[in-house]
């Protein structure tokens, strides 16, 4: 079966850096998203990674490598506002999006 | 700045009721998508829709039905509500899937069957 593996909650500090890990056993790969939700909110998209490798974007990175079947999603300097939900969704052989269960990240001041 | 609409953010209603959820997106995409959400579990995709009048089972479509006679729009149905259909629904709309482009989302509807 395809599968996405996330750890539930993390918690980290206003300031510093965490983060988020995303293994996937998925029917071919096409791409992986990673996405934040606030609570109540839509999801919105945050980065795609379909090369190994890591994509910088302002506070935010994302990283993959194919062969391990994993990803990571780096956040610096955090603010509070980026107290909220990382999903984690690969693009299979059938360019179907298969979700993780996401990742509830609390920074305390 | 692209959008895609749900028709309602919180509904109730009466299990054995006929529900009908609408979205809407401006963007002219393809494919559109119904989700549910709920604490502890991924998105799980209910139907999704690749063409008007166009539809395809996902992985829970046990209960719902859907309909999409335009492009931009596409509705979600419950036949007649229960109580394990209160959940998060979520509206996704996507250009053509070889693009791997990100989907877009809805506000989500919080729907509670009594």
């Known amino acids: 079966g395809q599968n996405i593996d996330q750890p539930t909650e993390m918690t980290a500090t206003e300031g510093a850096i965490v983060q988020i890990n995303c293994t996937y056993q998925?029917?071919?790969?096409?791409?992986l998203f990673w996405y934040q939700q606030h609570a109540g909110e839509a999801p919105t998209f945050l980065s795609y990674?379909?090369l190994d490798g890591l994509e910088e974007k302002g506070r935010f990175s994302s990283f993959l490598s194919r062969s391990k079947g994993y990803s990571y999603l780096l956040l610096k300097e955090l603010q509070m506002k980026d107290s909220a939900s990382y999903l984690c969704?690969?693009?299979?052989?059938?360019?179907?999006?298969?979700w993780g269960a996401g990742t509830k990240l609390i920074i305390k001041p | 700045d692209v959008k895609v609409t749900q028709s309602s953010r919180y509904l109730v209603k009466r299990t054995g009721e006929k529900v009908f959820l609408e979205c809407v997106q401006d963007?002219?995409?393809?494919?559109m998508f119904w989700y549910r959400q709920d604490p502890g579990l991924g998105l799980r995709l209910i139907y999704f829709?690749?063409?008007?009048?166009?539809?395809e089972k996902g992985d829970i479509p046990e209960g719902y039905s859907v309909s999409r006679e335009k492009k931009e729009r596409f509705s979600l149905i419950l036949e007649s509500a229960s109580t394990n259909q209160t959940s998060m629904y979520l509206c996704?709309?996507?250009?053509?899937?070889?693009?791997?482009?990100?989907?877009?989302f809805g506000q989500g509807t919080r729907l509670t069957v009594v």
């Open positions: 996704a709309s996507s250009p053509l899937a070889e693009l791997n482009t990100e989907a877009f």
């Open positions: 963007m002219d995409h393809e494919n």
């Open positions: 829709s690749y063409d008007v009048k166009m539809k």
């Open positions: 998925t029917s071919g790969f096409n791409g």
């Open positions: 990674n379909v």
């Open positions: 969704a690969v693009l299979d052989s059938n360019y179907q999006l298969i």
